[in-house]
């Protein structure tokens, strides 16, 4: 018997059961540090609050317009049309834009999916879109149909057809995979160390030390002075008072070797992976130590193309599929974010080069203007390739022109 057939014997393992497997090692608990690492708890240290931020208004401050493509090349922005008043103004009669993005991009980037629930207007045409807590919908397949439905709490199940859903990375293109799940020691490593340097400064800076009486203490002696300790002896505003030692009682400090711990190396340390797990440059969380005037530009180039890149065209091709009836897609109706404004930096390198291709005749105005999300020139006269005219063979160069041309 044969390798498949094994297998085709064996009881039939579904993609939904992968599926559960995944979600049950991917529910969090205790990590290596003794943290409890989860998304809400995540969210409250600095590192990822700060990473997240920069995604979420990143993607948020962007112009997103719907446009239409013209039967013989170029587009024209459909601002008459239901969704663009979506995508630019508000989804909702709650909300902005911006602020459904940056709630959407947040749930993205801390578990890993996005929801949000449409509704219909009578010709069929997106109204409005409302955001939903990641955790109170689960995509589930339906036994019956086959097909994907979405599940939500205390609501019911929607067809996939009504709810705009946005996967990040995952391992079936369903269901994302949750990155501070996925990143849970380093996330908890973060957590202990901020968590160890609030304690240090909530008991005045002073880690410990040890009291040597050289008798046993009565009870009502040892007493006062735990009270007394407890009372006067902890917090930041008590971390130069005198102790006062009685019976020949001696006190002794143990130091905190910070610098021999490498304890501040160690919290850098733990910025950066955090920093590397959302692929936000460190400089963009105020972390200027390897960043200069000449690189930061082309770090801002590089956040745009291999960080944001991946969530702008996650949510285009979504919003292709769920916000568009097929009719307007046939149409060609399609909408576009406008990075523009954030590669103006490196903008008159770019000219230049295009300039050496138009005067080269390698590209022609129109294929120049296409490239800078303009359309074609009206009379065609784009459609023209020109070259340098003060090019010639070097056989030629210096001699005197014939008369009569030729």
Known sequence: MGFFTNILAQKEYSMDDFTN?????????????GQYVNEDRAMKFISVYSCVRVLAE???ALPFFVYKKRPGGGKDKADTHPVFELLHDRPNSEMTSQSWREAQVGHLATSGNCYSATSLNRRGQVADIYPIAWNECTPIRNKVTGKIEYEIAGDG???AERIFHVPGFGFDGLFGYSPIRMAADAVGLGIASSEFTSHFYQNGMNVGGVLEHPQALSDVAYNRLQEWINEKGVGLG???KPLILEDGMKFSRIPMPFVDAQFIETRKLNRDEIC???RVPPHMIANLERSTNNNIEHQGIEFVMHTLMPYLTRFEQTANWKLFTPAERAAGYYVKFNVDGLLRGDYKSRQEGLAIQRQNGTINADEWRELEDRNPIEDGSGQIYIVNTAAQPLQTAGQTPKEGGD
């Not at 497997?21 to 540090?33: F, P």
């Open 21 to 33: 497997d995944i979600r049950k090692r991917l529910n969090g608990g205790r990590t290596s540090s």
């Open 238 to 240: 008590n971390s130069w």
């Open 276 to 278: 590397g797990l959302f």
């Open 58 to 60: 990143g993607v948020g």
């Open 157 to 159: 199940t929607y067809p």
